[in-house]
């Protein structure tokens, strides 16, 4: 065999096995993704989405849940919003940018934008920042980074500021988490001096970092369960572009991998400190969602109802256990869950199962085993269509209550998946339903 040949053999060959390693790759992706799939199927999910209404006009940016329930939003085209009873209520800075929305040291708003503004319910008040981004809380400390690459650090409520931080090339911060007023973790996303993004540690709240693992990973997102246990989120790895969950173990002093494959957006914990997810799976379309798991991750459930498949950028759990999400790849939409995802002593209500029949059904329905609403309060049904919109609203008789059913005319609406939700003083009740 000639030179030449040997050359065009060995170049072959290294381009066989770079093709192999690639699709090798490929189809585990794959079967992680399916292996996520199948396991949502052993278990039904419980968790029905409604969408909420935007402000007219408005472009959504952040979310926020708050003590005692409250949910502001701010929105890329101006304006800080309060939903209340179902509607929005203007809180302030109609024609700044809002990039992102945190509580403040008694419960008042902390706002990003061009400037930190602090409405403390009265009035707002501007302070100065030496930087372009957002502001994180973690416990009395703030931090803030500017210019891609540099973290500020205030412990005077965002009045004076610390430049602690340099890593140069990096794009943004993914999250910024405590276990303790000492010991504070930040993510990176991206190209970094000390590795390809990655988790830093400081523990002498937050002047000097170290790297502490997962350094070829774009972190997205940072959380502590309520165990504090630390979790960081993967939207990206340098060599192999997976996303995936991850959870350090102070035993081993290792990252263990919870979930492989989807991009991670945001981690939340219910009290029952079940994890839910807000993801993406695909960087050039709007596919993605919300799961959960209710035993640490060895399975998980998808929570599509009402939602479908699409890009959730942030997930967040009220008081009351109502978990909200923004998403969207182009156009940002606001979803809740119909149901608290948690039971705690904030959730009034619990859940109690009805039935109806025929399902399908074609014309009409009959909705059985209903209780008393306590202290003979009304009672309501509302039924939602897939995309989360309510489409009817009912008032149930005094005489269908006693006799523990009642009929539903659906001739006005249209074939397809519907969801009811009955919500009384001392219960709430769901089911699905098909109009044929």
Known sequence: MSFLNKLTFIIFLFI??????????????????????????????????ERIPLPEGKEIRSIKTMPENKFYIGCKNGGVYQLV????????????DIKKIEEYLNGELLVSSDSIYIWDYEGWTKTQKPFY?????????????????????????????????????????????????????IGYR??????????????????????????????????????????????????????????????????DTIIYFPYITSIEFNTENHIFLGYFIDG?????????????GESWILDTIGMGSTWVRDIQIADNGILYALTGYTTKKLYRTVLPVEINENTESFHYKTTCYPNPASNKITITSLKK???????????YNTAGFEILHYKISNQELS??????????????????????????????????
């Open 133 to 185: 981004g957002n502001v994180t809380k973690t416990f009395d400390f703030f931090f803030g980074g500017g210019s891609y690459e540099e973290l500020y650090r205030s412990s005077d409520g965002c009045y004076s500021w610390d430049y602690v931080l340099d890593f140069s090339g990096c794009e943004t911060v993914g999250g910024i988490v405590a276990t303790s007023p000492d010991s504070i973790f």
């Open 373 to 383: 609403c306590k202290d003979r309060k009304p009672m309501y049904l509302n039924i």
């Open 85 to 96: 009873n179902n509607q929005w209520e203007l809180v302030g800075l109609p024609t700044k």
């Open 190 to 255: 991206n190209w970094c001096e000390y590795g390809k993004g990655g988790v830093y540690l400081s523990i002498d709240s937050g002047y000097n970092w170290n790297p502490f693992g997962l350094h070829s990973h774009f972190i997205s997102t940072m959380a502590i369960d309520k165990l504090n246990q630390v979790y960081a989120g993967n939207a990206g790895h340098y060599d192999t572009g997976q996303g995936g969950l991850y959870k350090y173990n102070y035993q081993t002093e290792i990252w």
């Open 16 to 49: 066989l096995c770079v093709s192999s390693k690639s699709i090798f790759a490929q189809n585990n992706l794959s079967r992680e993704l399916t292996s996520v799939i199948k396991a949502s199927k052993k278990q039904q999910s419980v968790v029905i989405w």
């Open 403 to 436: 006799n523990g059913f009642f009929e539903l005319d659906l001739s006005d609406l249209e074939r397809g998946e519907y969801i009811y939700r009955i919500k009384c003083e001392n219960y709430i009740t769901s089911n699905k339903f098909i109009i044929q």
């Open 284 to 296: 050039a379309s709007d596919r993605g969602g919300v799961m959960h798991s209710e035993d640490g």
